[in-house]
């Protein structure tokens, strides 16, 4: 038989459960009245309401901290250490950064573009490196492609203010070619230190570029799409680029089903503090 949980009966038809309990038990020689019960039963309820709100707040202080990112330190293990590393703020951050030429993309660059957004955001979506109108404007997602993943965040209740955007590549690749590994290798770091601060709990990666980049693989589009996977304790779903659905807008029902079941899980997340299983 389905167990009913107990704070859904009406306090009323919990005294009576709690008399009648007591008097198969006890019989009808023991003296128990209707106060008694009431206050019994209270107490019980006190005691389940407690027990709940140290279980909601022992996942959500288990959820807080969630983004490990791995050592991040490394590439620059032959110089002095940079003072990046030890920004607490995104905005200190993008100060010590916006300089970069550590990669030869730092010299045909327009703009450094280090992303938009909610420097608290439990979303943050990943694309691969700035193209034309990111460099020129300084700001990811802007151009065509940029306002149709406005348009699918917006599908999904979310504002661009509400998450934070950002690609692994601050500088914009000649051509908008495909980035080099050591280029990305140069340059992931700060995307670490980005998400170490940030500390969000779900990753919408756009692109196989993207995603294959952030997660070390070769995989094909239809074998990560469509689940979560594990980030560094983020939870990370993978979909198309906004540029590859205006070039194949058949693909558009696909990325509509991943970025619907980042919603179900961000809502499952918000209302009860649990994440996907991965
Ligand atoms: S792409 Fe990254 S590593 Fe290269 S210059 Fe720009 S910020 Fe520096």
């Not at 279980?55 to 990112?69: G, L, V």
């Not at 590439?75 to 030869?104: H, Y």
């Not at 955001?121 to 404007?137: F, L, S």
């Not at 980035?179 to 969000?200: G, R, V």
Request: hydrophobic letters at 35%; glycine letters at 6%; aromatic letters at 8%.
């Amino acid at each position: 038989m389905e167990e009913m949980n107990t704070s859904e009966i009406p306090l009323t038809q919990k005294i009576e459960l709690y008399l009648k309990q007591y008097s198969e038990q006890y019989g009808n020689t023991v003296f128990i009245t209707q106060d008694i019960a009431l206050e019994q039963v209270a107490e019980e309820q006190a005691i389940e309401t407690e027990s709940m709100a140290s279980k909601k707040q022992a996942t959500q202080q288990s959820t807080t901290h969630i983004f490990t990112p791995p050592e991040y330190t490394s590439v620059d293990m032959f110089q002095d250490r940079p003072s990046w590393i030890d920004a607490t703020e995104l905005t200190v951050l993008q100060k010590e950064i916006c300089t970069c030429t550590k990669c030869d993309l730092g010299n045909t660059r327009k703009n450094f573009v280090f992303g938009v957004g909610n420097p608290n955001a439990e979303i943050v979506i990943i694309g691969e490196a700035p193209g034309a109108d990111e460099d020129e404007q300084g700001e990811p997602f802007v151009g065509r492609a940029g306002q149709l993943l406005t348009k699918i965040l917006e599908a999904i209740g979310l504002t661009r203010e509400e998450v934070f955007i950002c690609n692994i590549l601050k500088c914009r690749p000649p051509n908008n070619r495909t980035p080099f590994p050591s280029e990305t290798e140069l340059c992931e770091p700060y995307l670490y230190k980005q998400l170490d601060l940030i500390q969000p709990k779900f990753i919408l990666a756009v692109g196989l570029t993207a995603a294959n980049t952030l997660l070390k693989q070769t995989n094909k589009m239809g074998e990560i799409r469509g689940k979560f996977m594990n980030y560094y304790g983020a939870r990370m779903i993978v979909t198309y680029h906004p540029a590859a659905l205006l070039r194949n807008p058949n693909w558009k029902v696909h990325t509509w089903e991943d970025v619907k079941m980042l919603r179900a899980a961000y809502d499952e997340y918000l209302n009860k503090g649990i994440l996907p299983e991965v």
